[in-house]
């Protein structure tokens, strides 16, 4: 499943870095989130819902931060080319209602299919030092 | 009520298809922080060798959480939605999807565990385009939390 617009496969190798990013989660990414995906669970953006099921105040989607996650993955493997994506969901993001959550993303070649032509890529999601994604895995196929 | 574990193997769907458009994708793409050109200009789509303009990787989220909301609000199920926290998450593209896609989805209950007063549902949404054709498969489990 090679694909032309792909990144190059030749000269990748495992514990390769191909992609970074360090991501401001405020309250209006939630709200701008929650329009574009559909998701209005009142956990995202209401404080007194989200402390009355038992969380410490509003949370980002886990979904936002999984999307965004394969936006840092795309941004090397080029648009269309994340054949797969995984992720368990680990750790809630809480998101101030001034300021933001700053989560940051680190895309590292996990392992390596020549016969494919396919790049595993492991995403390290980290906010106040630990891990919000479990296992946040992306096929990419390359060039 | 915990969730009804004879519910496994339940489908639901296909429903009204989704109309998938570039002002959607567009609105997507700035939402997850998804910067290439492709996501927002049919030129730049074509230059990478697509139709029209190409989806983001997690925007088949859109289409399968409404055909997973008809599991949520199956009473013989019995989710209590504000219970409900999302365990995990899995996306298997067949193609990439684009603008203009007339995409159809069908959601089964592949399992559900139940354990220490939580129940994990597991339901796989099988996403096709206007031809039958397989476009994406999207798995995903819900933490459904036991009332105490």
């Known amino acids: 499943m090679s694909s032309e617009n792909g990144p190059a496969f030749a000269g990748l190798e495992v514990g390769q870095v191909v992609a970074e990013r360090e991501v401001a989660v405020s309250r209006d990414a939630l709200v701008r989130y929650a329009g574009a995906s559909g998701d209005f669970n009142p956990i995202h953006y209401n404080d007194a819902f989200a402390e009355s099921v038992g969380l410490p105040g509003v949370i980002a989607h886990g979904m936002l931060t999984m999307g965004v996650a394969a936006s840092v993955v795309e941004e090397w493997a080029g648009p269309g080319n994340v054949w797969d994506l995984q992720t368990r969901f680990t750790r809630p993001v809480p998101v101030p209602a001034l300021g933001d959550a700053t989560v940051t993303f680190t895309a590292t070649v996990g392992a390596l299919d020549a016969d494919a032509r396919t790049a595993r890529v492991n995403v390290t999601v980290e906010h106040d030092g630990a891990k919000v994604l479990g296992k946040a895995q992306a096929v990419v196929a390359c060039a | ?148």
Do not use: C, W
């Open chain 2, 1 to 148: 009520m915990p969730v009804n574990i004879d519910a496994v193997g339940r489908s639901y769907g296909p429903h009204e298809p989704y109309e998938v458009t570039r002002i959607k994708i567009r609105e997507f793409a700035d939402a997850v922080d998804a910067r290439s050109f492709a996501h927002r200009s049919e030129e730049a789509a074509r230059a990478e060798g697509y139709g029209d303009v190409v989806a983001p990787t997690t925007f088949a989220v859109l289409i399968a959480q409404q055909a997973e909301f008809h599991v949520v609000v199956d009473p013989e199920v019995g989710v209590d939605f504000s219970r409900v926290v999302h365990a995990d998450e899995r996306f298997t593209h067949h193609r990439p999807i684009v603008a203009g896609d007339l995409i159809t989805a069908t959601v089964h209950i592949d399992a559900i565990k139940q354990r220490a007063g939580i129940s994990m549902v597991t339901t796989r949404t099988e996403l096709s385009d206007e031809d039958g054709a397989p476009v994406s498969t999207v798995i995903s489990t819900l933490a459904v939390r036991e009332e105490a």
